[in-house]
């Protein structure tokens, strides 16, 4: 790459760095003023992106709020904005934040807290929620390569019970032929009954935590809201909003007027900040793709290969 | 239909970096700048673990003014490229 392309490439990257720190700014300024809007209880920004709930997650959570919230005086505010991830990370994430808010825990979801961390926003007092933040059903999604058809297939355990009831339909109606050709592409027994089993987990957890804080002395309904949210919806995507999560019967709040502005704003500069990171990276990428095999770099578009690799095309490099 | 071409495409070009360089991202498949917003990284992600002997490895990114954490798919041995170095 030319010194000249290389230098530019450096400007560019340096003032989009700019700009992430000025917005890191901006953002710390808004966490500052929802503080203070919260009767200066502390406020713990775990805005996770495109990241999942692991362990790791836990073990930094855990550092930061011994170094950082440790005169939080049982009081917190967690801002989560998460699409989820390990339901056993979660679960001890969920304990970690019920510790050092053991007086009082609020949750506040200004888009997403999906699957994984559902369970963990259903661990506190209080749940608040923008008009668009979703909230979603806890069946655990499950990733396994399917031999006869030699791919990924991505499902939930209640499409193991499904399928069963589909095979048991065709079998009543004398359709004999057709079930058996169902049950012959059927995985393993053992690890159908762990996919089933895997709901379990999810359910036994979410009774835990609600029954002993959200929901404290109400083991029924406890119980009737964590059988809903892993197997009463038809669809793990399923958008659980502000009114549906009312009426299952969580504590929630619908967030208004200038708090709403607040957490509004907050999610609208995490995101710009994801949205400079990815430019930066983009820009990046360009240099890996220069050593990529050319037969490979030939399936991209024209239009886009003179973008990410000018160069390239400049020394007239690359499949027309 | 798309779908499927872009999910093969961006399975092919990751996989290679992940050949060539020994880990990638999930940062880095995200950023590919052929995909469309709502791309599901996911199925890339579990098709590499899949594909190659590797693991996916969660690491703090920085923790001002907030924690963050990037993911990456790494091979569990290095490529002969880097051995060779």
């Known amino acids: ?320 | 239909m798309k779908n499927i071409l872009e999910t093969k495409l961006a399975l092919n070009i990751s996989a290679a970096i992940l050949l060539k360089k020994g880990q990638i991202s999930t940062m880095d498949i995200r950023s590919l700048p052929f995909l469309s917003r709502d791309f599901n990284v996911s199925v890339v992600v579990n098709s590499l673990l899949r594909l190659y002997d590797a693991e996916l490895i969660c690491h703090k990114i920085s923790s001002k003014p907030f924690l963050k954490w990037g993911e990456t798919i790494r091979l569990k041995r290095k490529p002969p490229e880097q051995l060779t170095q």
């Not at chain 1, 979603?136 to 499950?142: F, S, T, V």
């Not at chain 1, 969580?250 to 509004?264: F, G, K, P």
């Not at chain 1, 990410?308 to 400049?314: A, C, D, E, L």
């Open chain 1, 1 to 320: 790459m030319s010194t000249m392309r290389q230098k530019k490439k450096a400007d560019k990257t340096k003032a989009l760095r700019a700009k992430i720190k000025d917005i890191e700014k901006k953002l710390n300024e808004k966490l500052t003023e929802l503080q203070k809007s919260r009767d200066n209880n502390a406020c713990f920004p775990l805005l996770m992106g495109e990241s999942s709930i692991v362990n790791a997650v836990v073990d930094d959570t855990f550092e930061e709020l011994r170094l950082k919230y440790k005169s939080c005086d049982g009081k917190i505010n967690v801002i989560v904005d998460s699409g989820g991830g390990d339901i056993d990370a979660a679960y001890n994430l969920a304990n970690l934040f019920r510790k050092f808010g053991s007086k009082e825990l609020h949750f506040i979801v200004p888009r997403w807290a999906k699957s994984a961390a559902t369970l963990l926003v259903c661990s506190g007092d209080k749940i608040f929620m923008t008009p668009v933040a979703e909230l979603g059903p806890l069946d655990p999604q499950i990733t396994e390569f399917n031999p006869l058809e030699k791919r990924l297939e991505s499902f939930s355990p209640l499409h193991v019970e499904a399928t069963l009831e589909l095979i048991r339909k065709e079998f009543a109606d004398g359709n004999e032929k057709l079930a058996n050709g169902l049950m012959e592409r059927l995985q393993f027994p053992l690890t159908l009954g762990s996919f089933t089993k895997s709901l379990d987990i999810s359910e036994q957890y979410l009774i835990k935590l609600l029954s002993s804080r959200m929901l404290k002395n109400d083991l029924e309904k406890a119980k009737q809201i964590a059988k809903q949210l892993t197997t009463g919806y038809a669809d793990h995507g399923f958008s659980i909003n502000v009114d549906e999560a009312k009426q299952l019967g969580l504590n929630v709040t619908e967030l208004a007027d200038d708090e709403l502005d607040l957490i509004w704003n907050i999610h609208k500069l995490s995101r710009e900040i994801s949205g400079l990171e990815k430019k930066i990276r983009e820009g990046q990428l360009s240099e890996i793709f220069e050593g990529l095999p050319p037969e490979l770099l030939s399936q991209l578009p024209i239009a886009l290969r003179k973008r990410i690799m000018p160069n390239k095309q400049s020394e007239g490099g690359g499949k027309q």
